[in-house]
């Protein structure tokens, strides 16, 4: 099963990746439900939900050295453990400390599967069919988080709040664990340590400094942050305009579903256009129609504006991963792609928290306003996008490549 081979590989994967999504989706506003039901002030429930996204910072870079030496495939189970534990043990605990301690796990197990499953695709796919392939693994991401707040919000509510939102919980933990029956012959066994034998330790500040590297983490940074900070903010809006929950709700399941249309269609754009173009056009719109959601217009208009935006948005995770593998060392692509989701779990921290201070200063309004500003810089950096999967390391460092035709698409 070697570099466009057999597809049942990646089926699979999506698949797994679903069910793990789908359960972290579905245990992350349960856990905010019960932390409130356990006397949790916003504070604490800031506190908790900070904990998921800042423990694993720290392991991130380790994750992706170790991945790039060795096997991808035993950082699934291991992640798929780790997430099953902390959304069910999250269920039983009976303290806020014990909870923030649990949603690290979760944070880490999630971050484990992602290392392993964006390295294992990485490696397994031919140049030529990383943008589909990467595509189609996010595409997993997308209906979990598509699912998952569902199912959490049919589970959570009534009397007893902390009981229902503890059901959740164990429930999105059982999930997780489903993620194990699609993860046998994920990896082929006789690509593990090609890698390893690439060449040596790359430094971290090397690949920052590989062209293309830089501009993917942007991107990805950006276009998370502007799906986090609109899940978040869209119904603070509508409340001000006086829109209701419930439109509210098909709204946002407007903009998830126009995301999942998208990757379904990016081989044809990327023929259409190419990567840096299409990067380009797509957050220039996202830019355009973010800043455009703090405009006072009918709901009918705001429904038309998030769909073109959630189709935009579609494109920048699974582009932005190909741009940094392609971009990075051939010896250090999963340390880059680790280094990637430092960046997006970094946004995920900050871009909230700014989007709040913004809000209070200015108006909820303004972090639409803001996340357009930051979109519209990544649309000037994503030229820098390698064009072409058929680049070599040797642009990276500056160098012209021997002989390209020789190169190895086991290390990818």
């Not at 803001?370 to 070599?392: F, H, I, K, T």
């Amino acid at each position: 099963m070697g570099p466009g081979g057999n597809r049942g590989w990646l089926l699979r994967l999506v698949i797994a990746f679903g069910c793990a999504q789908g359960a972290v989706s579905m245990a992350r506003p349960a856990v905010s439900y019960r932390a409130l039901a356990l006397g949790a002030d916003e504070r604490a429930v800031g506190v908790i939900a900070g904990v998921y996204a800042l423990l694993p910072l720290f392991a991130a870079v380790p994750l992706g050295r170790r991945t790039d030496h060795g096997r991808c495939a035993p950082l699934l189970p291991a992640g798929v453990v780790l997430i099953a534990a902390g959304c069910a043990l999250s269920g039983l605990a009976g303290s806020l400390w014990a909870m923030a301690l649990w949603s690290g796990v979760m944070g880490l197990g999630h971050l484990c599967f992602v290392i392993g499953a964006q390295s294992l695709v990485a490696r397994q796919s031919a140049p030529h069919e990383q943008d589909r392939n990467f595509g189609h693994f996010t595409i997993g991401a997308s209906l979990g988080q598509l699912i998952g707040p569902v199912a959490a919000g049919a589970l959570v509510g009534g009397p007893d709040m902390a009981r229902s939102s503890a059901l959740a919980l164990v429930v999105a933990g059982a999930g997780a664990a489903v993620a194990f029956t699609s993860l046998w012959r994920v990896e082929d066994r006789t690509a593990g340590g090609s890698a390893a034998r690439g060449g040596g330790r790359v430094p971290v500040g090397g690949i920052l400094r590989a062209r293309g590297v830089p501009a993917g983490m942007l991107i990805s940074l950006s276009v998370l942050s502007a799906t986090d900070v609109l899940t978040a903010y869209l119904p603070v809006v509508g409340e001000q305009r006086g829109i209701a929950p419930s439109v509210i709700g098909v709204l946002l399941s407007l903009r998830a579903g126009a995301t999942i249309a998208c990757r379904l269609v990016l081989t044809p754009l990327l023929r259409l256009l190419g990567r840096p173009a299409l990067l380009t056009v797509t957050c220039l719109l996202a830019a355009l129609l973010c800043a455009g959601v703090a405009l006072p217009v009918p709901v009918w208009a705001l429904g038309v504006m998030l769909t073109v935006l959630g189709f935009c948005l579609g494109v920048g995770q699974p582009l932005s991963m190909t741009t940094v593998v392609q971009a990075a060392p051939a010896e250090a692509r999963s340390t880059a792609l680790a280094l990637r989701l430092t960046g997006n779990r970094l946004g995920q921290v900050a871009a909230p928290a700014a989007a709040g201070l913004v809000a209070g200063v200015a108006g909820v309004a303004a972090p639409f306003v803001m996340l357009g500003a930051l979109l519209l810089v990544s649309s000037a950096v994503a030229p820098r996008s390698p064009g072409r999967p058929e680049g070599s390391p040797g642009r990276v460092t500056g160098k012209r490549p021997k002989r390209p035709g020789l190169r190895r698409t086991s290390d990818l």
